[in-house]
């Protein structure tokens, strides 16, 4: 199969035979011609799958030369910002030599230059939803022009909650419109998003089977880095969690934090690449037989790992990274289940918490686990600003409202 065969016209071949493009992938093979027939998608494709190629070249073939600023005619979505530019590097590289405007618009960088690029003529936008819609509440863009809506990584985007945003955005769409909704799982949650957003969709798979999906629930602690180890091991103890994955930043992070809950009495092993092969794959194998209850990883150690219904994973530490914080989370809620990503942060990680939030561009707020609350009298608080206290004093009244923590006497 070629791609002119697929409705592709001979100069859009050509950009994709000078980028050694030359057959389509299945994905490619299925979605161009049903996106160019101008019908709604529904796909089933994870990342690496050529996805993103399968999507914007019939829709940036389809583009008019001129177009007015401020209007975009194709609204991409993406769950995260690296995803966004991504998207937005892809769409370059395939539009290289057209006049065709591609403005990128996420969280966590300055907003004063999205505003200024989409003040010019832009073609496609590529966002994430908390940007986005500030930008549309600050006029500086608008979405009555947009023909293509597309959710790329669509069941990341419900798992990071961001399912109220996506029906505002919605509303602020034209109701004629096409929308591809692509998504590496299908839970029942996100099927019935995608029944909810789309419109007669041709239906489309190339996810192997087994990989269903993601229910995410993220709680962040606040507390000393001292309280931590003991904090652990109480929420494994008390919650009697059987299996659980822990990660770590360092090597000897890792080592320490097990010896540790080994004196705590919990069988926990440690997962990092100065370990040799036979023991790391000895620890997954005891770890996922239940003999090992915690497995306490670094994020590089812990790619390989794929444990179906791993209910419960801990960021001890945050990721320096933040991109990794979704990787990390994204170990638990497999098969459908519901998984609880819980993260132990303290005062001098919240640097790194503001980097996650604008990665995934939605606040994540914390809360206390009673028994375990920050001190402010610890050398690590001082200097803790009254902003933060306020905040703080926020998260345990809502903690107390959504988990029935009462106040220390
Ligand atoms: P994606 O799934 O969109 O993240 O794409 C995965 C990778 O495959 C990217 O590096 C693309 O540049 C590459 N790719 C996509 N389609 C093709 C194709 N038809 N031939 C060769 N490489 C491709």
């Known amino acids: ?80 910002r690296e995803l966004a530019q991504q998207v937005t590097d892809s769409v ?3 539009a290289q030599g057209t006049d065709i405007q591609c403005v990128s618009v996420y969280g966590g960088v300055s907003i004063r230059q999205q505003v200024e690029a989409l003040a010019q003529p832009v073609h496609v936008v ?17 979405l009555h022009a947009v023909r293509t809506w597309v959710l790329d990584e669509a069941d990341r985007l419900l798992d990071l909650g961001f399912k109220d945003e996506l029906y505002r955005l919605r509303r602020q769409l034209p109701d004629t419109r096409q929308t591809l909704f692509f998504s590496a799982t ?6 019935d998003v995608a029944f909810s957003l789309l419109n007669d969709p041709l239906q489309m798979d190339v996810t192997p089977a087994n990989t269903t999906a993601a229910q995410i629930q993220q709680i962040l602690y606040s507390m000393d880095k001292r309280q931590k180890r003991p904090a652990l091991a109480y929420l494994i103890g008390s919650g009697q969690w059987s299996q ?28 990092h690449g100065d370990k040799s092969q036979g023991t790391r794959q000895r620890a997954l194998t005891e770890f996922k037989a239940g ?43 497999r098969a459908g289940k519901e998984g609880k990503a819980i993260s132990l942060v303290s005062r001098d990680e919240e640097g790194l918490l503001a980097d996650i939030e604008a990665l995934i561009d939605q606040p994540l707020p914390m809360i206390w686990l009673e028994g375990f609350e920050p001190s402010f009298d ?28 009462r106040k220390k006497k």
Request: glycine share 6%; aromatic share 6%.
């Open 1 to 80: 199969m070629s791609f002119a065969s697929l409705g592709l016209q001979p100069d859009w071949v050509a950009r994709l035979t000078a980028l050694h493009y030359t057959e389509p992938t299945p994905i490619q093979s299925a979605a161009i011609p049903a996106i160019l027939s101008g019908r709604d998608v529904l796909a089933g494709a994870q990342t690496g799958t050529g996805k993103t190629a399968a999507f914007t070249l019939p829709l940036l073939q389809q583009l008019p030369d001129s177009v007015d600023a401020k209007a975009p005619l194709v609204l991409i979505l993406t769950p995260t």
């Open 92 to 94: 370059q590289r395939y």
């Open 126 to 142: 590529v966002a994430t939803p908390g940007r986005l819609l500030d930008l549309l509440q600050q006029g500086a863009l608008q």
């Open 186 to 191: 299908f839970p029942q949650a996100v099927k």
């Open 244 to 271: 659980v994955l822990v990660f770590v930043r360092t090597k000897q992070g890792a080592d320490a934090l097990v010896a540790e809950l080994k004196l705590d009495g919990l069988r926990a092993e440690a997962l």
């Open 291 to 333: 003999q090992v209850r915690v497995l306490v990883a670094t994020d590089v150690a812990a790619r390989g790992i794929d444990v179906v219904d791993l209910p419960y994973v801990v960021n001890y530490e945050l990721p320096f990274q933040a991109e990794d914080y979704v990787h990390r989370i994204g170990r638990t809620g």
């Open 378 to 405: 610890e050398p690590e608080n001082h200097g803790r600003q009254l902003r933060k206290q306020r905040q703080k004093n926020k998260a345990k009244a809502k903690a107390q409202a959504s988990y029935g923590i």
